[in-house]
């Protein structure tokens, strides 16, 4: 090594083969949490889970999180333990939580005693009940009961991961290109929505036979590369820590208090705020995207004896989504003009390819596919803005307008272009592009921001605590999506005909709050210096 690179951490090259590592433990945690989203009307016909079942599962995997308080636990191993021994075990609670699930949709639990087991029991929960917060109800499906249970401990595993690789950016990058990092870790981790959108479908109707369970055993699978990909990281930061003479534990043990000088911070508790209004605005919506664009849609599956409706165009369809993604998100990384617009040119023209084949196949779930696509182009972007000349707190406000935008399009206008193929689809998929660009903007703006609010010493608590009251919102949206789709619906109303108007007004409702937290915290930071606007890397 030469004078100037003395650690892993001072080679761009390690930095970005962990930030890697991390990212891809978290794309494929990305797909699996979605992995029953895209097939909503499937699991109504096949395992009899209606809107409100589906929700109240889908709600479930936060349930230990914000109830058992997990994820202050989590924080306190984090913060104890280390990154390294913490992502293991994340990989390892998503993995147990995921063959539970695994097995509540699969054919070997139907008509097992177990089935009956849960059929007539968790019909009533003390305490909960009475709260209104139980994660089952009576007469859910005992499939829906048993996913859910095996849900949330994915979700103590994936929340687990979420602060983790947070603080391991912050651990590789701090002073250099954090936003940029964190950013593209984002990008990256959310193709995995993408991934899930077009290859759940794929595999539940595999061979021309419908099985719910052949899409959780494809996300199964991605877990179990999700772990092997922390344990690489493992070992590289311990060799990481060799080369320092850093310890994993922390010298000075945690105490509560900490979580109190934390709690104090008004600047802390907006962005908080801030990020359970963003979240719940799109990660539920997400669950019910695919089938709110079957509702309002005008769409004609492709015949099977077709290439647009073979299994052969699903694979052509996920290339041509890859090239848009590396080829725009390579293009900002190029110094020379010439390759830097070549780049972009083949993402644009490699989008419209995509889009194309998406209306041929008449698919909502590939259509909804394209949700991240922009957002992994502008993320670096917008990540690389941020290091170098802040403004994180206006691009939160900018998001927040966006939000509100995209889901009053969704409510009002899509419905207006029922009957016109073209036209809707088109509406879909420039609304969806634009809102998968605002969500880019969290992890590019806020999240960088939690170091300038707290000491290093508790950033893992902190982010455990702001991912806690994200939490919150990622149990109760999806629930109430499902109670509001379930009061506003005529009862036995077909899954592809419900009217999502009242939801998705409830979900813009979301981003007006967000706004108006952002205009609050943008004033906050420039009477108290919280340091929001400015760069976080200093000439």
């Not at 949490?33 to 079942?53: F, H, N, T, V, Y």
């Not at 602060?163 to 002073?175: A, D």
């Not at 989008?351 to 992994?376: K, Q």
């Not at 108006?516 to 009477?527: E, F, Q, R, S």
């Amino acid at each position: 090594m030469n004078e100037k690179i003395k650690t892993l951490r001072d080679s761009a090259g390690m930095r970005w083969t962990a930030l890697l590592l991390l990212a891809l433990a978290m794309f494929c945690a990305y797909i699996f949490m979605d992995i029953l989203s895209p097939i909503k009307d499937l699991m109504q016909e096949q395992r009899g889970w209606d809107s409100e079942a589906f929700g109240t599962m889908q709600g479930a995997e936060t349930f230990l999180n914000v109830f058992v308080f997990f994820l202050i636990f989590a924080g306190i191993i984090l913060d104890k333990m280390g990154v390294r021994f913490t992502a293991v075990l994340s990989g390892a609670v998503m993995l147990f939580g995921g063959l539970i699930k695994f097995y509540a949709v699969s054919d070997y639990f139907v008509g097992t005693s177990l089935e009956t087991w849960f059929t007539n029991n968790l019909n009533y929960i003390p305490g909960f009940d009475e709260l209104g917060v139980s994660p089952f109800y009576r007469g859910m499906p005992a499939s829906a009961k048993l996913a859910a249970i095996g849900f949330m401990f994915f979700g103590c595993g994936a929340e687990m991961a979420g602060i983790t690789v947070s603080r391991g950016i912050v651990k590789w990058f701090k002073g250099r290109e954090t936003a940029l990092a964190m950013g593209s870790e984002m990008a990256l981790a959310r193709l995995g929505v993408a991934t899930c959108m077009i290859f759940s479908p794929f595999f539940a109707k595999l061979d021309g036979e419908v099985h719910v369970d052949n899409s959780v055993k494809f996300g199964v699978v991605l877990l179990c590369i999700a772990l092997m990909m922390f344990v690489t990281y493992f070992f590289m930061d311990k060799k990481l820590d060799s080369q320092t003479g850093e310890a994993e534990e922390k010298d000075d043990p945690f105490k509560i208090s900490d979580i109190g000088k934390i709690l104090s911070s008004l600047g802390f508790w907006l962005v908080a705020l801030l990020c359970v209004l963003y979240y719940s605005a799109i990660f539920p919506f997400q669950k019910y995207a695919v089938n709110m664009l079957q509702c309002n849609l005008t769409l004609t599956p492709a015949d099977a004896n077709t290439f647009w409706g073979s299994n052969s165009v699903t694979i052509v369809q996920y290339v041509v989504m890859l090239m848009v993604a590396v080829c725009s998100f390579a293009s900002n990384f190029s110094k020379k003009k010439a390759v830097k617009f070549g780049l972009m040119a083949l993402a644009v023209i490699a989008l419209v390819v995509y889009c194309y084949m998406g209306y041929m196949r008449g698919t909502a779930e590939t259509i909804f596919a394209v949700f991240p696509l922009l957002a992994v182009a502008i993320t670096p972007i917008l990540g690389n803005y941020v290091d170098h000349k802040g403004k994180a707190a206006s691009m939160l406000m900018i998001g927040s307008i966006l939000l509100v935008v995209c889901h009053l399009t969704f409510a009002f206008i899509l419905p207006l272009c029922k009957g016109s193929a073209v036209g809707g689809t088109v509406v879909a998929y420039v609304t969806i592009l634009v809102l998968g660009a605002s969500f880019s903007l969290v992890p590019a703006a806020l999240w960088p921001s939690v170091p300038k609010l707290v000491d290093e010493k508790i950033i893992g608590s902190a982010y455990a605590l702001i991912f806690w009251i994200q939490n919150i919102g990622l149990w109760l949206f999806p629930l109430l999506i499902g109670k509001v789709l379930t009061s506003t619906n005529p009862e036995g109303t077909a899954a592809h005909e419900l009217d999502y108007t009242w939801a998705l007004v409830m979900l813009a409702c979301l981003g007006v709050a967000a706004l108006l937290i952002g205009i609050y915290l943008k004033a906050v930071d420039k009477k108290k210096g919280l340091g929001l606007e400015e760069p976080n890397i200093k000439d």
